[in-house]
Nanobody, 126 residues
Framework: QMQLRESGGGLVQAGGSLRLSCAAS????????RGWFRQAPGKEREFVAG????????NYADSVKGRFTISRDNTKNTVDLQMNSLRPKDTAIYSC???????????????????WGQGTQVTVSS
């Protein structure tokens, strides 16, 4: 199991950008997938973006395609989420998660991920 810590959240106006980072610490086991989720007040946690550790295969929620980019650094064991053209709808707590199981397709549900970070707040005004 890994300890995940998100950083980079903040308050921005609509149209602005933020770059989130998820760093892993402590004991590290092999992770097959890493993902970003978000949860707005009163709503269910939803999938944002995922990346396969080997090969870098990615997938995105339709709502963020073309605006968000997920990337990973294997040597640093970090996963970043570059968020551009932010909208008020993007306001949420963003959390990263790791999936230790190999799957034929990148997981997009919360139940398919094992360990989670505490999240970082992203607030988009206007």
């Amino acid at each position: 199991q890994m300890q995940l810590r998100e950083s980079g959240g903040g308050l921005v106006q609509a149209g602005g950008s933020l770059r989130l980072s998820c760093a892993a610490s402590g004991r590290s086991s092999k992770s097959y997938g890493r993902g970003w989720f978000r949860q707005a007040p009163g709503k269910e946690r939803e999938f944002v973006a995922g990346i396969r550790w080997n090969g870098g295969e990615t997938n995105y929620a339709d709502s963020v395609k073309g605006r968000f980019t997920i990337s990973r650094d294997n040597t640093k064991n970090t996963v970043d989420l570059q968020m551009n053209s932010l909208r008020p709808k993007d306001t949420a707590i963003y959390s990263c998660a790791v999936d230790y199981k190999f799957r034929d397709t990148l997981p997009v549900t919360t139940k398919e991920y094992n360990d989670w970070g505490q999240g970082t707040q992203v607030t988009v005004s206007s």
